[in-house]
Each structure stands twice: as structure tokens, then as C-alpha cells.
């Protein structure tokens, strides 16, 4: 049995497989070899893209953070203002 944060999590990993065989397998085992392999990269690529919407917005956020707190200084004491 493996063990993630103490806990066994065998029962998933049989859950996932049995969800994967019951919807889909028909689906994916048409596939074999190199096909698989292409299949593969391109829901890779498609998660990937997706993910990047989040990041280049969090990116964007950084910077107005970052630009934010470079202007909220007064004067010559250098303080913060708030």
C-alpha cells in the first residue's frame, strides 16, 4: 500500500482505473505506440496552454504589486505609506 500524508491510497488508484476502463477505454485503446505518444503531447500542449491564462494574469499582478509598492513611498523618510 502507498502512503501520501499518512493516509493509504490504494483505493484511488483503483478508482481511477476503473473510471479510466469503464468511460474511456474506448476511447484511447484504439491507440497504440507512436499515435499514443502524439496523443499524448497534444493534451499536454491544450493543458498547458490553459494553465498559461492563469499564470500570465498572475504575472500581471506581480508587476502592479511590485509597481504599487515602489510609488507608495513619501518623501525622504522612506516609509511606507498605507
Do not use: P, W
Amino acid at each position: 500500500m502507498r502512503y501520501l500524508q499518512g493516509k493509504g491510497y490504494c483505493l484511488k488508484e483503483y478508482n481511477i482505473g476503473r473510471h479510466y476502463k469503464s468511460k474511456h477505454a474506448s476511447t484511447y485503446n484504439d491507440l497504440s505506440g507512436k499515435l499514443r505518444s502524439d496523443k499524448f503531447e497534444i493534451l499536454k500542449q491544450n493543458l498547458l496552454a490553459q494553465q498559461s491564462i492563469f499564470t500570465k494574469r498572475s504575472c500581471q499582478n506581480e508587476s502592479r504589486k511590485s509597481k504599487f509598492s515602489s510609488s507608495s513611498y513619501s518623501g525622504d523618510s522612506r516609509e511606507a505609506v498605507y
